[in-house]
């Protein structure tokens, strides 16, 4: 499985972005995709995932103004997480990940900046 993330970018407080996240290989074999962040000087941490059967889940920090969701009700092959009400400590970088029962897939970071 590779994935590809794209749509990080500066942003003011209280703006949004869409983080997209491609999946490609052997996309049949997801049963859940998410998202990390790791701001500057500190450790990795969870965002939101979603299963392949649409369930979700988010970190506190950002439940109520992340939104992640699927394109295809069929399969894994893109996820988007729709950030909306941003603010300065969201800033990170952002890796998508997928899993399988061959493990854990990342992605490269994106990064998210929100600055005024």
């Known amino acids: 499985v590779q994935l590809q993330a794209s749509g990080g970018g500066l942003v003011q407080p209280g703006g949004s972005l869409r983080l997209s996240c491609a999946a490609s290989g052997s996309i049949s074999k997801i049963y859940m995709m998410g998202w990390y962040r790791q701001p500057l000087g500190k450790q990795r941490e969870f965002v939101a995932f979603i299963t392949n059967l649409g369930s979700t889940n988010y970190a506190t920090s950002v439940e109520g103004r992340f939104t992640i969701g699927k394109n295809s009700a069929k399969n894994m092959n893109m996820v988007y997480l729709q950030m909306d009400s941003l603010k300065p400590e969201d800033t990170a970088v952002y890796y998508c990940?997928?899993?399988?029962?061959?493990?854990?897939?990342w992605g490269q970071g994106t990064q998210v900046t929100v600055s005024s």
């Open positions: 990940n997928a899993m399988s029962p061959e493990g854990g897939h």
